[in-house]
């Protein structure tokens, strides 16, 4: 158990949602204007995740499907327990960029608070990884053929936990406190995420916190107000605190 001080409006420490194969939340097509855009276009995605099974690759958070054209990012657990990212460019003709932290692995049944930051300057576009609040490096960095001029955009949903209304790479386990940064936050501001600091400049989504928001509708708890509907996913109290 991660001791951490953690602590929402009410005094409620933080909990979490519990995904079984097939569960997953919709936010809709939102954000495009955080993820897309040329150089100087940066954002950051954390989260807490606690997997119950690494038997296969899960998405925790994407804005993907297979449609052409309709590819933007995803955010996965490798089932080595690596975490990665790939980005789109154009979907038809699979412009992508591709990195995956490889030195710290996250393992079943244990939480661990993840995220990387998006920060492109006109040649790599993903920036750094963190587990627990600490750098995760090496990065491999792999790129295919074509150009890249940054994140296409696509009007698919932004999921929770698989792809395509988790029919695909579901996320089995735990998910609690995603974070979504309109900047490339630094290591520092990670760690004080990881530390339990209420870190919330340059947020615009923040989605599973303390409150047990019931079976249907999730509320965006930043400057934001896109809520998730909720599929599936049921409110747990088992805690990264």
Do not use: C
């Not at 409150?211 to 909720?230: H, Q």
């Amino acid at each position: 158990m991660i001791l951490n001080p953690y602590r929402f409006s009410g005094g409620a420490d933080l909990a979490s949602r519990s995904f079984s194969s097939g569960d997953y939340i919709d936010m809709g097509d939102v954000l495009d204007s955080v993820w897309t855009g040329g150089v100087g276009t940066q954002f950051t995605i954390a989260m807490w995740v606690k997997p119950s099974s690494m038997a296969a690759d899960s998405f925790v958070f994407s804005k993907i499907a297979l449609a052409a054209g309709e590819r933007a990012f995803y955010f996965r657990i490798r089932t080595g327990g690596q975490i990665a990212v790939v980005v789109y460019e154009d979907a038809n003709n699979y412009r992508t960029r591709q990195s995956t932290a490889t030195d710290t692995l996250v393992t079943a049944n244990t939480w661990y608070h993840i995220g990387f930051t998006y920060s492109y300057n006109g040649i790599n576009p993903i920036g750094n990884f963190y587990i627990n609040g600490a750098a995760s490096t090496p990065v491999t960095y792999v790129g295919d053929a074509g150009g890249f001029a940054g994140i296409q955009n696509t009007t698919t949903p932004v999921q929770i936990g698989g792809r395509e209304e988790g029919t695909a790479l579901p996320f089995i386990g735990n998910i609690a406190d995603i974070r979504v940064f309109d900047d490339a936050i630094g290591s520092a501001n990670m760690l004080d995420l990881y530390n339990g600091t209420d870190y919330r400049t340059n947020l615009v989504g923040n989605w599973i916190t303390a409150v047990d928001d019931g079976a249907t509708t999730l509320p965006d708890y930043s400057i934001n107000s896109n809520a998730g509907t909720n599929n599936g996913t049921t409110y747990s109290t088992d805690s990264p605190l």
